[in-house]
């Protein structure tokens, strides 16, 4: 049964992994340690995982069946790949994962359906990615909403699910583009003032902070340029939402 | 950007895992660090990635497409998975994943298109998932290959690749079963039978083994009873499916 004579070799990405898991058994440096434990989520047994976005977040899943763990209702994205694996390594908590991400929506299309779509869940974990129409409908001449009308609205809507689900986790996933496809030099210095309202809107609310375009910004490189990533720039490839759903494991200490 | 104030633990699993990984940085243990040593498989830029087996290697992928690196040509089980978190972890060596599952399947049906299937695609990782079939079909009266016929078809069938592909690393997984839906009474002790095959089969071609049988066998409690993982004792859940994708990358070295 034996392989090659290769020798393990470690990406600085993994140490961080593993020195995040490892937490109180061993570590390779406080800080990291640290920021796992501010991180960690503990899921209990029934918990439900709700995945709550736009189309990066709806990726194709089955909108007539509103049921959790399965596949097609869970679509083929980042929402799909974390629910797979959070249900293979917490078998024993039988989890419910929800996909409610609906393609096209912004922040005013969240709040219109949160009660329905987020509060009568009850989850105990609530992962939200949303920002990319507020900008991009508003390049199209589709929409007129502007940067504070996004900060403001996030804002609500995070203090109105926090009154509504004290006892609930919420995961901001940072907005994010990739400079090709439909995203061009229009979208710029726009896109990067939306980035900062969002995380100002994570920080007020003190909730975990998924960087998803940090994560692309650092994946790009000479071989994997952003086509790689999101063919148009805004939808992410079978490889994008792996490595989005590899990040969000990470960040939330449940990888 | 804080949450709760859980401490991270860590389970035995990923102890293993991230001793495994750590590999010549730190290590839990001597034990484990050699195993992963002998196991790490080094992908190689443009590196072929294929999956062979039945049905649950199939996973209801799209036939009539044999491109590589696509969620419907991948199916929805464990190759999809692996393939999924390979081209998001190894983004910058432009793997090339396919999967070549068919449902169904038996040793010798592998044996008829291994040319086209396999050797033509030049695979530098080569897993195979064979065997249940062989098994099944028996007790349904559909085919009448004994255990004989199983280890000694699969011994020629590895080698014959490792002839026309001696630089390609072959990952043997190990068949399984779960004590629910169509297993019952009449398949032992004749399956257990069949995993002593593989295993010898393995052991002599000096490849990578993934304990799929055993794994489950160790994932089954109180909590989540055989059909957690498997609803027909055969084929696997999405929960099964990804516990298997996570043993596989464990056990690679790639994960």
Redesign the interface.
Known sequence: ????E?????TRR??I??A???????A?GTTTRAH???????LK?NDVVLFQGDSITDAGRDKKDQSS???PTLG?GYAR?I???L???Y????LQCYNRGISGHKVPDLQKRWQKDTIDLNPAVLSILIGVNDIWHMLNGNYDGTVEDYENGFTQLLADTKKALPDT?IVICEPFVLRCGAVNDDWFPEFTNRLAAARRV??KA????VPFQDMFDK?I?E??PPS??AGDGVHPT??????M??TWMDVT?LG
Chains 1, 2 share one sequence.
């Open positions: 049964m034996q392989n090659k290769n020798t393990p070799t470690m993994k140490a992994q593993c995040a898991a490892l937490g109180g058994i061993a390779l796992a434990a501010e991180n960690t989520i503990k047994a763990n399965r596949i083929n790949m629910s797979e694996q249900l293979g390594e078998s024993e908590l039988k986790t994570a920080e003190k909730v975990i902070w994946a490189t071989e994997t790689y990533w079978m490889a994008g939402h792996a490595l759903a590899k200490g």
